[in-house]
């Protein structure tokens, strides 16, 4: 293993000397002065969106860096999380040649883009109280191990690691360790973002898409030191976060109340589902949720799901994941569709 961590060690030589694609509005920024705009070939007949969004989206980054506490040189936005997350692999990872680190069971997207990156994914197995392994971690490291994912609270076990296992990992690892806080608000655990001083080796990814509740229009957020964000941004597709998407998180983000109040809602809603789950003659076993979801051990998961299908509920079967045979996921609907949902559970 490398005695320290070293940014510049990790990063992939092409990325190193690469030099980025400088784009219309990279080389004049605007200062607010009323311009003639002629420099992008745009049409310049007014729409709305007849003209390249800012490809830093400095107006959104400003907002989210004051809300969550980090400055905007420590931030980078993509086209949801699956895209940040794709650029860590392609700044970090040499093809056919690095490997990264996953912990199943847990979130698909990362083993999936080790496979289209040519990224030998090495997996090494939660313990079965869901935490990770650290000591079987350390050992799977070795000179080419450049990243390891962390979910937590993790999909789609539901708990949060502990901070310990996490410190640790972030103390002895010399690759990147990525935390993937995409549940984190619906977490009583703090984020992790407060400790990206104290760690060069962290990133934290974030994302609208669960709390926020705009799955739609696809915006990540990815937080890590100043120097690990110039790498991504220079890798990153001009005008990866297009105008309706910044224009939408804005609006959504400057209104922290009324996400606030579908948080603690679905917080409500996930305590009356755990307690029906809890009475139900064929739950086994039910997880506690740090998370809009959660995790039920069943009798017989196939039955189940296809009973609930029959009455028009779709959950997920999450079977197929390791340490989780006959399991469902059910993500925390509506006051009226949970109700709904223990109504129909209860007659099964
Ligand atoms: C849902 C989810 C995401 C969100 O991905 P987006 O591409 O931002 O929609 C990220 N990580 C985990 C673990 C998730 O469950």
Same mark, same amino acid.
């Given at each position: ?6 940014? /510049? ?15 219309a509005r990279?080389?004049?920024?605007s200062?607010?002065?009323?311009? @003639?705009f002629?420099?992008a070939?745009e049409n310049p007949f007014d729409n709305g969106v007849n003209r390249y969004p800012d490809? !830093? #989206?400095?107006? +959104? ?6 809300? &969550? ?7 980078? +936005?993509? /086209?949801?999380?699956?895209? $940040? ?40 197995? %939660? ?55 995409? !549940? ?25 898409? &669960? ?16 120097? @690990? ?10 005008y990866?976060?297009?105008q309706?998407? =910044? =224009? ?6 400057? /209104?922290?109340?009324? $996400? ?18 809890? /009475? ?26 296809? #009973? %609930? ?5 779709? $959950?997920?079967?999450?079977?197929? #994941? ?21 109504? @129909?559970?209860?007659?099964?």
């Amino acid at each position: 293993m490398k005695m320290k961590f070293n940014l /510049n060690e990790i990063t992939r030589k092409s990325v190193a000397v690469l030099k980025p694609y400088s784009s219309a509005r990279d080389e004049y920024v605007s200062d607010g002065s009323t311009m @003639i705009f002629l420099d992008a070939n745009e049409n310049p007949f007014d729409n709305g969106v007849n003209r390249y969004p800012d490809p !830093y #989206q400095r107006s +959104l980054k400003a907002l989210l860096a004051k809300q &969550k506490g980090v400055s905007e040189g420590n931030m980078l +936005l993509g /086209n949801g999380s699956d895209e $940040v997350l794709d650029l860590i692999y392609r700044a970090f990872c040499e093809p056919n040649q690095d490997n990264v680190i996953t912990l199943p069971p847990t979130y698909g997207m990362y083993k999936v883009l080790a496979g289209i990156n040519a990224v030998e994914n090495r997996e090494v197995m %939660l313990t079965t109280d869901f935490e990770p392994d650290v000591p079987a971690i350390l050992e799977a490291v070795d000179e080419q191990t450049k990243l390891v994912f962390i979910c937590s609270p993790n999909n789609p076990t539901g708990n949060s690691f502990k901070k310990e296992s996490i410190e640790k990992l972030l103390e002895s690892f010399n690759g990147l360790v990525v935390i993937d806080e995409a !549940y984190i608000d619906f977490s009583n655990q703090e984020s992790w973002l407060n400790n990206l001083k104290k760690f060069p080796n962290l990133i934290v990814t974030q994302t609208l898409s &669960k709390a926020y509740g705009l799955a739609g229009i696809r915006l990540g957020v990815c937080y890590a030191s100043e120097a @690990i964000i110039s790498i991504l941004n220079k890798i990153k597709p001009p005008y990866n976060v297009n105008q309706l998407t =910044q =224009q939408k998180a804005l609006q959504r983000v400057l /209104n922290e109340d009324a $996400v606030q109040q579908e948080v603690v809602q679905i917080l409500e809603e996930r305590s009356n589902l755990e307690k029906a789950l809890q /009475n139900l003659e064929f739950v086994e076993k039910l997880y506690p949720s740090d998370a809009n979801f959660v995790l039920a051990k069943v009798d017989n998961a196939d039955k189940r799901y296809q #009973q %609930l299908l029959d009455k028009h509920v779709v $959950v997920r079967n999450r079977s197929t #994941q390791p340490l989780c045979e006959n399991t469902l996921r059910f993500t925390v609907g509506t006051p009226t569709e949970n109700k709904a949902l223990i109504a @129909i559970l209860k007659q099964l």
